[in-house]
């Protein structure tokens, strides 16, 4: 079956079958950014921003995607807060694999507060697991990108 | 395992459009609603999905008395951040909602998807609590609290959940407390007390366990217990103790059914004390 | 001490960081496979302990797509072991690719190769099976009864300690006789811990692709720790020729040690070398829970004889590990649970350590961060605090008057090595009394420490424990490195070194920019390729930045001794009166040349060569980073919860080569350390199956789940170290149990000593305590 999505902001088609997940179809599609760490929505390595917030692509079915935004790391250029440059800064990047979806769910978080505390940014995250860093500095990055955004703007 | 079984996805347009695929289905057909457990494992007779999005309301109304009106495909997240949801009831869905998996899963779980699964749910004590009421579809509407959804004869039957109405609770304060290991965790048991004040005098209330992992259970004596009184430290206790003794635990391998008998005295009484605390009573 | 570096000691960007965060197809399974890929599905026993009376993959061969099928009837028939470890290896064969029986809920039984993932998952259900099910040993004390199941009772097993008798492996290591040691003690403590099963829980499970090249070469791209042990290991198994293979692990996503094992390459391979065609396996979670490696289970009693005056006098620790159904790794972990703590308090002069490991029909222990000591040093440190309870000494006050210091060494270092006697040696760096201090300050110690207060049901307490570990393993790890120079005045690093998330391709890379003074981005690393990269044992045993590091460091050394001999050529001097830094090659008079210009001349121009080295190093000894941990933490008393309220790690591992990345390190260790003490745990039915297989069940810390936490890094200088260094991946993992446990009896008066410390347990234990001491109510400050 045919879906028509936005995808990464180019209005796309895709042929999907009906019981293919969203997951599935954007690994498929090669957006590799887009892991497979675990398929049951507990592990958060898979997240997109769908209409805008972050979601696992597992737990849903490709066909939900139809007449939708959806959004991977590959797609977010200019609305990424700074938040790639921050997570490499402070040394969050560790193995990588859950970054990308980290980086996405805090740009969702930031598009809708602009300065949130350490507390709300975890809470934001609380579905994005990371085995190799124990968190601390990937905490330190997204209120890094803050405090480089609140500089660009009273600067 | 697989879904390639899996032949068929509709979306249809309108209620009676859905009702038809449910009442014309058998074994072979699911309802997706938001995220779904059915993309980690379909059973294999399942071939054909019927996805409610196009047919069911995300709206969350609220009238000029304070009722609020939850269409069934409205997200917890949506929920979470409602501006009226906030302050209802003391906060108390707000509060709760943040401890309902995490935010990758509220963003698209529905409401609706998540009541009528029915499973160690965080949120299910609370809507009792509070009263809430389920609006299902058979071809018609009809209306029932949240309670009486829960009935096999209601919730095992083929049906569509359409809405949630939370009745305006002008003089509650109520609290929600949960026990597990990490923060994105099932509950290993749950309890939400609402109390409604008249001064300080109790004029009703409502203490409701979840995760025993039975089905949310109304401690009925408990609230007996409370009720027509002031809430002071000593009905508090009495109360933690009466829930304790009427409410059925059961023990699995996250807790044992001792454990979990202990956990409801003592998160019975956190609630209520929370809520005299909060409230001004006592 | 620590010299002045220029790149060393920065915080430098991870070389392979932005094609991470930008989500290149760098790991296993993003790389894109050709259509005629095999994929492959494996179908696990479903019984603890059985013997396979018969297969029948009819049915399963006649679904279309399928193309093979693979079980013990058409598989090499070779005992081996998946232990990724150096040859020969210290663990028994006793494994076969495809066995007549199973062993643990979650063993091999077939495997399918078919055109789709989901044809073989299907094809896979379609075997039929019958087994005949023979009595399971579901415990330690199971294995180890009168009369017990035996467990491997194949007549074709190497160097299994006692078949008969379920034991995997055995160690004594002993200096003094502790007999005499305890009988001249005036104070003697006696503990016994039991630690429970876990899994690492890397987020990128095992993968594995594999195919032909155009010359025929059998290539396996794997999420491995181990590249030339794959190679080695895989092609003993299959016949194939070691020149014949070529293992490539890519970017992989986390190992924790679950990937020192070769897992799944072996069946990758083999379908490969059969069908001709590319394979492709990626574990699901659930099969990395049910059917990987994990952490094993132990019970360890740990003695210690102390005089009045509270010098430690004897010291004995015996311990019983559950190796699971196969005893990899089981020998040397066992080993480590003695070798990695006893020489921490080196002033006892009598010492002995004696352990089993156990076979039991459970999952397969394996390599996990900490490797044995994590397990230990719950039984030790909390032993270390009754000691000091008893002898009336501050538990902190204890530990700075016995623990080893720089100078020192201990007779367990000689009498215990890894599965076999150890290395003698001296400590030649150590800052543990300033950990301790720093972290003592920093928590504060001396205000909380046995003041235990009340914040509603919440009581408060602070605990610590101070750790050792090593960096790689002496005499037995080896690493190359080779460095070759190009145009321009850059270099290629090659290293057989293994990144798996940790960074040491970056900190590989500023330790050859160190030594050849440029920046980092002048060095282009190349890591863990068997055919393009050097030898190197992998990254284990906290190896790679001490080891692999030292041999960039010998190999940077030797090429700009290379560089320095053609700038004095240029510069018609002598090369001792030539300096080099920031990219010049300096003479006395202010003369320069470049290092491009050294390269253009000697590619192209005169006396040409390729400046160009590798070097090798075999460490003599293991020099240990040391930790101190500390922990305030809230029990509740009415429900058991344990709440960390502030944890803080100072930790000496030398020079930090990027503070960043060493930091990182430790703090993820830590937050690892910190789900295994309080509720990582995977929970068997009554027949032996893993009930906790996804990470709803198997719960890790999530970020709402952290404490605060600091880590503080006390820089050392170990003259043997690259730079001074030591390794630090392991030693963070250690500190949480038995800090927390000290903590937990600092504010209860109640004692753990089983992990994980859920709620219940706790609860348990605290209902226990109040029973038995019905009219003691603890002191509390309100």
């Known amino acids: 079956m045919n879906i028509e999505l936005t995808l990464n902001r180019d209005l796309t088609t895709v042929d999907v079958a009906p019981g293919e997940t969203l997951l599935e179809m954007l690994r498929r599609l090669g957006f590799t950014s887009v892991k497979d760490g675990c398929a049951h929505g507990d592990c958060g390595t898979c997240a997109v921003l769908i209409d805008g917030r972050a979601a696992t692509a597992c737990l849903l079915f490709a066909a939900q995607a139809d007449g939708r935004e959806i959004t991977t790391i590959e797609g977010l250029v200019d609305d990424g807060f700074g938040l790639a440059e921050a997570m490499l800064d402070v040394g969050a990047v560790q193995c990588g694999f859950c970054i990308p979806a980290m980086i996405l769910t805090a740009a969702d978080l930031l598009r809708r507060e602009s300065a949130p505390t350490r507390a709300e940014i975890a809470t934001y995250l609380a579905g994005n697991l990371c085995r190799c860093t124990g968190y601390v500095k990937q905490l330190d990055a997204v209120e890094l990108a803050i405090a480089r955004a609140e500089e660009v703007t009273s600067g | ?282 | 001490m620590a010299e002045k570096f220029a790149v060393v000691g920065q915080s430098e960007i991870r070389v392979d960081g932005r094609a991470l965060v930008g989500g290149q197809p760098v790991f296993v399974d993003d790389a894109a496979t050709d259509a005629k890929t095999l994929h492959l599905a494996l179908l696990w026993s479903p019984h603890a302990h059985a013997r396979i009376r018969s297969i029948d993959t009819t049915a399963a061969a006649d679904v279309p797509g399928v193309e093979l099928i693979l079980d013990h009837r058409n598989t090499p028939d070779k005992r081996y072991t998946t232990a990724g470890q150096g040859y020969p290896e210290p663990s028994p064969y006793d494994a076969r690719m495809f066995d007549t029986k199973v062993r643990f809920v979650g063993d091999r039984v077939a495997c399918v190769a078919a055109d789709t993932v989901a044809v073989a998952q299907q094809a896979a259900e379609l075997i039929e099976v019958e087994y005949e099910i023979l009595d399971a040993v579901l415990t330690i004390d199971a294995a180890i009864a009168e009369g017990a199941p035996v467990i491997h009772d194949e007549t074709d097993a190497l160097d299994v300690w006692n078949q008969d008798r379920n034991v995997a492996a055995h160690m004594v290591g002993a200096a003094g006789d502790v007999a005499q040691g305890f009988a001249e003690s005036d104070v003697v403590v006696e503990v016994t811990t039991e630690t429970q099963y876990a899994q690492h829980a890397p987020l990128e499970p095992h993968a594995v692709y594999s195919y032909f090249d155009a010359n025929g070469r059998l290539v396996i791209v794997s999420s491995t720790q181990v590249p030339f042990h794959v190679r080695r290991i895989v092609g003993r198994l299959l016949d194939l020729p070691v020149h014949s293979i070529r293992v490539i692990k890519p970017r992989i996503g986390g190992g924790f040690g679950v990937k020192q094992e070769v897992l799944i390459e072996d069946l990758a391979a083999l379908v490969t070398v059969r069908t001709g065609r590319p394979a492709k396996l990626i574990y699901s979670r659930e099969e990395e829970f049910i059917s990987s490696r994990t952490r094993h289970p132990m019970r360890i009693t740990t003695k210690l004889g102390a005089k009045a005056d509270g010098t430690l006098h004897a010291i004995e620790t015996t311990a019983l590990s559950n190796t699971g159904a196969y005893g990899t790794h089981g020998l040397t972990v066992l080993s480590n649970v003695g070798s990695k703590t006893l020489p921490l308090y080196n002033k006892a002069p009598h010492v002995r350590f004696f352990g089993d490991a156990v076979y039991t029909n459970l999952p397969v222990g394996g390599a996990y961060r900490g490797y044995g000591a994590t397990q230990s040093y719950f039984a030790l440190e909390t032993a270390v605090d009754r000691l000091a309870a008893e002898l009336g000494i501050d538990a902190m006050e204890w530990r700075l008057r016995n623990h080893i210091r720089e100078g020192e060494t201990s007779p367990i270092f000689k009498a215990l090595g890894e599965g076999r006697e150890g290395v003698d040696q001296i400590i030649t760096s150590c800052a543990l009394e300033e950990c301790i201090k720093r972290g003592a300050e920093r928590i504060g110690w001396a205000d909380k420490r046995g003041k235990r207060h009340r914040d509603g049901d919440w009581i408060h307490g602070v605990g610590m424990s101070i750790h050792m570990q090593g960096s790689g393993i002496p005499l037995v790890d080896m690493a190359a490195a080779t460095l070759k120079m190009n145009d321009d005045g850059s270099f290629n690093l090659l290293v057989g070194a293994t990144d798996l998330g940790t960074g040491s391709d970056t900190i590989l890379g500023q330790i050859a920019a160190e030594v050849l003074g440029v920046p980092l981005d002048h060095i282009v690393v190349t890591s863990s390729d068997t055919d393009l990269t050097p030898f190197d044992t992998g990254a284990y045993a906290s190896s790679t930045t001490y080891v692999s590091g030292m041999a960039v460091q010998l190999a940077a050394q030797d090429v700009m001794a290379q560089i320095l001999e053609v700038a004095g050529a240029i510069l018609n001097t002598p090369t001792d009166e030539l300096t080099a830094e920031g990219g010049l090659i300096t003479r006395a008079d202010g003369e320069t040349v470049t290092l491009s210009e050294v390269a253009l001349r000697s590619l192209y121009a005169a006396d040409q060569r390729q400046i160009a080295a590798t070097r090798s190093f075999v460490p003599e000894v293991s020099p240990p980073p040391f930790m101190a941990s500390f922990a305030e933490i809230a029990v509740d008393e009415r429900t058991g919860q344990i709440r960390i309220v502030d944890y803080v790690v100072a930790v000496d591992c030398g020079t930090a080569i990027n503070p960043n990345l060493a930091e990182g390190q430790v703090e993820g260790a830590l937050v690892n350390g910190i789900g295994y003490a309080l509720y990582e745990e995977i929970i068997f039915d009554d027949k032996g199956k893993p009930l906790t297989d996804d990470f709803a069940r198997y719960k890790i810390p999530g970020v709402l789940d952290i404490p605060p936490i600091e880590v503080i890094l006390v820089e050392s200088y170990d003259p043997t170290g690259p730079m001074g260094a030591k390794s630090i991946s392991e030693i963070g993992i250690n500190g949480p149990i038995p800090t927390i446990a000290n903590a937990v009896h600092d504010a209860t008066g109640v004692w753990l000593t089983k992990t994980p410390f859920s709620a219940e347990r706790v609860w348990r234990a605290l209902r226990e305590y109040q029973d038995r001491q019905p009219s003691v109510t603890p002191p509390v400050r309100p």
Not at chain 2, 176 to 181: T, V, Y
Not at chain 2, 233 to 242: K, L, S, T, Y
């Open chain 2, 1 to 282: 395992m697989s879904r390639t079984q899996i032949a068929e996805y509709a979306r249809p347009e309108s209620l009676n459009e859905a009702w038809g695929f449910v009442a014309a289905a058998g074994p072979s057909m699911r309802l997706v609603a938001g995220g779904s457990d059915l993309t980690i494992a379909s059973p294999p007779e399942v071939t054909r999905l019927v996805d409610l999005s196009g047919a069911l309301s995300n709206e969350i109304r609220v009238t000029a008395d304070g009722e609020i009106n939850i269409g069934a495909m409205a997200t917890l997240s949506a929920i979470a951040e409602h501006r009226t949801i906030a302050s209802h009831a003391s906060g108390v869905v707000a509060a709760m909602m943040t401890d309902v998996g995490s935010p990758l899963l509220r963003n698209t779980a529905t409401i609706g998807g998540h009541l009528a699964r029915g499973k160690l749910s965080d949120i299910i004590p609370v809507f009792i609590a509070l009263d809430a009421e389920a609006t299902t579809y058979t071809g018609e509407l009809h209306t029932m609290t949240l309670a009486e959804y829960y009935d096999d004869a209601v919730n095992k039957q083929p049906h569509i959940l359409t809405n949630i109405r939370l009745p305006p609770l002008p003089h509650a304060t109520a609290a929600f407390l949960r026990l597990s290991r990490t923060a994105f965790d099932f509950p290993i048991i749950n309890a939400c007390c609402r109390v409604d004040f008249d001064g300080d005098l109790v004029t009703d209330a409502r203490i409701v366990l979840g995760a025993t992992p039975l089905r949310s259970q109304r401690a009925s004596a408990a609230e007996a217990v409370v009720t027509a009184a002031d809430l002071t430290p000593d009905g508090i206790a009495a109360a933690a103790e009466a829930a304790r003794a009427e409410i059925t635990t059961k023990g699995g391998w996250t807790a044992s059914a001792e454990y979990r008998t202990h956990l409801v005295a003592v998160l019975v009484e956190r609630c209520l004390r929370q809520i005299a605390g909060d409230g001004g009573a006592a």
